[in-house]
């Protein structure tokens, strides 16, 4: 497998992923859009995975490259029909990207949440062997809002519908994150726009508070992790 990954801030990279792909040799490729990276080839390669970021879809004026990153998933899904990973804001490009479309998240869905599989995720493939109910990083103020129409969706929570989709047979994304280590949330807690958001929503030294609840967490979000990346590999695989 080589994949492309699109990448839009230094700590929002594939994070645990990054150990299981190289456990396992696959090369990969990270655009880093938000440095002036080009887009490549996509016809190099076999899979695309798009990270988070503090940037809304709707930001193009401030942010240009989000036009031909649109551009691109679009192409990856409705043309090449390769296997792709959308995660946060990934998950908020491919809807709209595919002409679905993002709205804020009333509240800001921020901490330490339960999503729950819906009965088309327990059969999704991306989610076999992993648990109906699963606690996960929330970090987001937009919400996928309309699905594009021919998405399923696969997750939700109670303050948010779309948690993950899958478009067509080979493209899923997730609004939660499942990327974590044990950096993650101190890394994230220095970047202004995400500290501002928890602080909003959760008050004086959310930050701390945030890292201890996940702590505990961490080998359950990381197996979890390791599921998902094996069961991506199979879809690749079969695709």
Not at 84 to 98: E, M, S
Request: glycine share 6%.
């Amino acid at each position: 497998m080589h994949l492309l990954v699109f990448q839009h801030l230094a700590c929002e990279h594939p994070g645990v992923f990054r150990t299981f792909l190289s456990k396992d040799r696959i090369s990969w490729h990270t655009v880093k859009l938000n440095e002036g990276d080009q887009i490549p080839d996509l016809r190099a390669f076999d899979a695309l995975w798009v990270m988070g970021g503090p940037m809304d879809v709707w930001d193009v004026e401030e942010y240009p490259w989000l036009i031909p990153e649109k551009a691109a998933i679009r192409r990856w899904v409705l043309e090449l029909r390769r296997p792709f990973l959308g995660v946060c804001l990934g998950h908020q490009l491919l809807a709209d990207a595919l002409g679905g479309t993002c709205g804020p998240q009333r509240p800001a869905e921020i901490g330490i949440c339960e999503i729950e599989l819906t009965p088309e995720g327990l059969d999704d493939p991306l989610f076999a062997g992993l648990s109906a109910r699963q606690k996960c990083l929330q970090w987001h103020s937009v919400r996928v809002a309309q699905p594009p129409d021919d998405a399923v969706v696969l997750a939700s929570s109670s303050l948010c519908r779309v948690q993950s989709m899958r478009v067509g047979k080979h493209a899923w994304s997730m609004q939660y994150h499942v990327e974590l280590e044990p950096d993650t949330i101190p890394a994230w807690g220095q970047v202004p726009a995400y500290a501002q958001a928890l602080d909003a929503t959760q008050g004086e030294g959310s930050l701390q508070r945030m890292a201890e609840s996940a702590a505990p967490l961490m080998t359950s979000f990381n197996e979890h992790a390791r599921r998902l990346y094996a069961n991506f590999k199979n879809a690749l695989v079969a695709a």
